[in-house]
Every structure is written in structure tokens, then in C-alpha cells.
């Protein structure tokens, strides 16, 4: 026996000896949690129409308060899977062989496959301690080593972040063993916990089991378990109960989900062109959308942590049509000029609506998302004119929390006359996408007195 075999034997007993154990775990009584009721998005007020600047007004540059400072999110790294990817990862046009089955099936429209034989489809009698801590040990043999290896290296050649993959296991696993199944949702956690993540299984007093996703930032309308300080989400938002049984065992080395955005691999399907004008040029640009992309961002958890939106970034389907167009636009261009342009886009080029009046709730957009729906607010404009800025121009901006407004300011390598702030000794002059006709330095009235809370980019 050679001495890589040698290692992938010892490794592959001490899985097996961890999956028993907890197995065995499963078969003890699940100790019982009551259900909190989800915290509902803010809805924070909102100006009815955008306020419009009057161009001829001259006022003496204000330092404009703030009370504190949200740094740079910590780049979580991903959880190690507790499998060992030691083999050829396969890939989603692998043919369909007797040595090798494999299970197809959609994710938001595009094409998935990974190793699994149909042939390994179980049923849970019911979904007693016993019953389950069964299937887990079946779950757990040899046969299932293929398909979690699969499930991560389709992760990455889709670029999920670790939202998209807990959709992805949930896409599959319904299509296996039917949707919203007992024998699904148990298949999703065994792949979870393979793959490294933090996660628990708990069942209704209906009899329904169920994933809770543990979470170190605020989800909002999902309903939660408090476990030992932690909020424990449940993922399916239509499971109704006052409590759930939780078997609450931990797995070696698991580790919390981040909410991190990265922009997924999916397939286009394009909607139909939607023009935009480029103020002062007229110039028009014809955007189109990915409805798959479009989709899965609809499907994401609400989140109070607005850099994620900008680091989600622009699809190429977007930025082809879009980033030319501006950057012939600012060639030649001083830095606040060019910020001007792209201020005056942001402010002039979509149609304005609050949350309240285009959802009935409040969301945030994703920054294709902008160039889909009819209307934005104060929030989506601020959220793209910060992606325009970084991703175009290069200079640093930070994000303006107000009570019911989202501004921006930028930090210019050239010196600029206007509203500001002083943050760790550099000057951030305020740009404003949503105060119309506003120039670069003018902020609203209501913002001079409001101290506001800075989000780093």
C-alpha cells in the first residue's frame, strides 16, 4: 500500500469514527427551543420625491458631524471541508456513465451536475431521534463520498458565496427526494457539515424537519431560536410553530456562514433593453439584465450591512454596456469633474420611488438590480454611485448613514471646496446622488445638524 493510500485510509476512519459519533449523538432526546419572531426590515422614513438643490445657492463649506465609524468588513475565509478533495473535480458536462452516475437538475436556470446515483435515494419512516440518527449513518458510508467532493467544486465553478450554496444544496436535494422533504432537509445538513459549515437540524412539533443557519450579523423577517447567545435562523420562512426540537451537537472545526457577496457564475438570460441617458452628453445607454442573476438577488436575505451591496458588484452583462459609456465620457477628466459626471448620472438617470410605495417593505438593491426595476431611492443611488466611483475613478468613499437617508463621500487627491468630514485625518467631501441638481460638496439642509454613521468600503 502506497503511503498516499495509507493516508486517505487513516483519514477516511476518522470521518467514519466522527459521522458515528455523531450519529449516535442523534439518537439522544433533541432538547426543546421556542421560536422568536423574525426582526422586521426597518422602515425608516423617506423623502417622498428627491429634494432639488437650488444651483445658485452659495454657502461656507460645513464639517459635518458623525458619532462612529463601521471599518472594512472582516474577510471571513472559507470553512474547510471536512471532506478530502483528492480526486479530478468534475465538471457540469461530464457525461452520464455506468461508472460514474450523476444527478442533474437547475439552479436559477442553469445547468448542475454532481456526483450522485439515483439509485442512493432513501425515506425516513418518521423523524424520530432514531430514525434519523439512522440515516445519517447511512448517509455517511462510503457511497456518499463523491457527491460532497462534487457539491464544493460546483460551489466554486459557480462562485457562490455561502448563501448561493445553502440554495444550491437546497435545489438539489429537493429535486432528489422531493421538495421540502424531511429526507431533503437532512441531506442538506450532511452536506453542510461535510463541507465545514456551522449548522443544525431541529424538528417541528408537526413533525417537520428543518436547517437553522447560525448567524453573527442581523437577517431580517426570518424567524430564530436563541442557542447559547446565538441567533439560529430557520430557513424555511413558511414552517410555521412556537418551538422545535434541536439537536444541538456540534461537528469538528465548523464554522459560522458569512454573508460576503460574490457574484455568481449563472447562465444569461437576458431581459429586454431598458435606456438610460447620460445627463449633459445625450447621450443614451441600453442596458440589459440577467434575469437568472436577478432572481437569485429577489431570493437574498435582508441585511443592514450596506457594504455588502457594493462589494456584490456590477455583472459583466451590465458593466459591458455601461462602463464604456462613462469611461469615454470622463477621458481627459479632473477627479472632481469626473465625480460630477457620475454624480449627475446617479442623480438624473432613474426614476425615484421609496421602498414602501414600489415593494410595500423595505430592501436594498443590489447594484444590477438599479438597472431593472423602475425606480430607486436614496439608498440603491448611494450604493451605486460608491461602486461608480471605486470601480472607475479609484478614489476611497464611505457611505453616510442618516435616520431614513444614505449619502456618500469621496476623498479626492485634489483639493475640493464643499461640505465635508474629517475622518482619520483625511477630508471626505460629500456627494450626494439623490439631492438633485446637487454639486459635489453640497449637502442637504437636515444632514449639517444629523451626526451620520460612516460605512468604509
Known sequence: MSYTQEMQEEYNHFRDSINAAFAEFMRKSWEEFHVLQGIPAPQPPEFEKPPVAD???ESAPVLLPFDKV?????LLPRPEPFVIISQPAPTPSKPITPESPTFSFLFYNTNCVVDLDPALRFSLPDVSENSVAQAWKNLSDSRHNTLSISCLTLRNQLNLNDWGYLQMLKTLSEKFLGKESNEAVLLQMYILTQSGYKVRIARSTNNRLVLLIPSQDVIYQYSYLNINGVKYYIVNKGLKGQSFFICNHEFPKEQYFSWQMELPKLDVKLNPPKTFTLPLYSEYISIQTNQNLIDFYNDYPLTSEWNLYVH????ETVKQALYP?????????????AAALLLDFCQMAFDYKTCAEQFGYERQFFPDENFFFPYNNCKHRATLYALLVKDLLNLEVVLLHYPGHLATAVYFSENVVGDFLTIDGKKFIVCDPTYIGARIGMAM???KQEKARVIRL
Do not use: H, R
Not at 456584490?312 to 455583472?315: C, D, W, Y
Open 55 to 57: 444651483p445658485k445657492k
Open 70 to 74: 463601521t471599518p472594512l468588513p472582516t
Open 312 to 315: 456584490a458588484g456590477l455583472s
Open 325 to 337: 459609456v462613462l469611461q469615454n465620457a470622463i477621458v481627459g477628466k479632473t477627479e472632481v469633474q
Open 445 to 447: 439642509d437636515n444632514c
